[in-house]
């Protein structure tokens, strides 16, 4: 019974735990999720294309100022920077967008305020900007640069023509299909760790634990992080519980900053697209800034900003009803994902209407695939493309049309076509 007993209470705890941590979360992501989406509609992307192609400290500035703000993680920003580079942005504009982009974003800048207050989230996003900037700045001195300029790609202009209602549509789409589905289960992950780390450790219990603390404990997390994937947004409440736990400040700022930024996957893109020199300069300036900048704000910050993650005076109404919301559409997602693991009912009729079918590598989440979708649908004789997240399928209705030209515009975009039929 007592075994019983204590079980119960644990997972009482546990449950508890998971929503205070909700109650923080949801208001700051849904408030980011919606700012993402007027960013995303309002925002002039023919300019972002338009004016990277320099090897210049101005187009890396200018790529750092699109980035900072840009809510993409590592599984967006990868297709999107070598979208970048394939059109004319130089290395050093590409890197500086691959540094500074999964570090931060409104939605993650919001939460960070939320829970590690806002000196820290300024902080961060600082280092955002800081690292792009010196990132940027050394593939341009150090790393010889041959770009073939292409044209603007023409959806950037034509979805500008929406009006009234349809551009507000449009944001919430984005904001919640697009944005929200990429990262919805890295974020419940995040949630999922925070509430046990908040149990398992008493606060203050790693400020007791010698390993955990100064340069060894920034170097420890810096270790563990540089081969993950972490989702910025989704490892807020992660830190903020290692912070609670007695973790110093600036060993969770590394790793707010080389979790986020680096992972096996973009460490092959970067290799990939921009070569070993840029993807050994662009792991340099990640280790290196993180540790420095962890340092610098112990320094500057760490005994004024006191942290303690997860204490409420009173809980609103609005809190309690964007956590629900947030539920609503952890599980409406969910339902799609698996409802997207049995096409067996509408396979004969997608396939009747199919001219052709391309086999696409390289899509992780619901952003690739609006990535795939827009630029086959930019093609004159594409009437619709369908792409299919679970298997990789993209299935094109139209007439004549021509599979090479498409092929290079998938493979133009970041993503692999292994198979045409």
């Known amino acids: 019974m007592e075994i019983e007993f204590s079980t119960a209470s644990m997972i009482e705890s546990y449950l508890q735990a998971l929503w205070t941590i909700l109650l923080d979360l949801a208001p700051a992501l849904l408030a980011g999720l919606l700012l993402a989406g007027l960013l995303h509609e309002f925002l002039p992307r023919g300019l972002i294309r338009r004016r990277l192609s320099a090897s210049t400290m101005g187009s890396v500035f200018r790529a750092v100022m699109i980035g900072v703000p840009m809510p993409l993680c590592s599984c967006g920003v990868v297709p999107t920077a070598i979208g970048l580079r394939n059109d004319g942005a130089s290395k050093g504009a590409a890197t500086a967008f691959l540094i500074s982009t999964p570090q931060t974003g409104v939605d993650s800048i919001l939460v960070s305020a939320s829970f590690l207050g806002w000196p820290f989230a300024i902080f961060k996003v600082i280092a955002a900007f800081v690292t792009g900037l010196i990132g940027g700045g050394l593939v341009n001195r150090l790393v010889n640069d041959e770009v073939e300029t292409a044209p603007p790609a023409p959806q950037d202009e034509g979805r500008r023509d929406r009006r009234g209602p349809y551009r507000l549509i449009s944001v919430l789409r984005y904001a919640i299909f697009d944005l929200l589905a990429a990262i919805d289960m890295w974020i419940l992950v995040g949630i999922l760790i925070a509430a046990a780390i908040s149990i398992a450790f008493p606060p203050d219990y790693l400020s007791q634990v010698s390993w955990a603390q100064g340069l060894g404990g920034m170097f420890l997390v810096l270790i563990v992080s540089l081969p993950l994937y972490i989702c910025t947004t989704g490892s807020v409440p992660i830190a903020a519980s290692l912070i609670a736990a007695g973790m110093p400040l600036g060993s969770a700022l590394v790793f707010l900053m080389a979790g986020p930024a680096t992972n096996v996957a973009t460490m092959g893109a970067v290799y990939r697209a921009l070569g070993g020199k840029v993807l050994g300069l662009y792991l340099a300036v990640v280790v290196f800034m993180s540790m420095a900048l962890g340092l610098g704000f112990d320094f500057l910050l760490g005994d004024v900003q006191q942290i303690s993650s997860h204490q409420h005076h009173q809980v609103s109404w609005v ?91 998938v493979e133009k975009a970041g993503f692999k076509v292994v198979e045409r039929k």
Request: proline share 2%; aromatic share 4%; with cysteine.
């Open 319 to 409: 809190s309690t009803v964007s956590a629900l919301l947030l539920c609503g559409l952890f599980v409406y997602h969910s339902g799609l994902r698996l409802k997207s693991r049995w096409p067996a009912k509408t396979a004969e009729r997608i396939d009747h209407e199919t001219n052709l079918t391309l086999k696409v590598d390289g899509m992780s989440c619901q952003h690739c695939v609006t990535n795939v979708k827009d630029t086959l649908e930019v093609f004159d004789e594409v009437e619709e493309a369908t792409p299919e997240l679970s298997s990789g399928l993209v299935r094109i209705r139209g007439e004549s049309l021509d599979t090479n030209s498409l092929t290079a515009a």
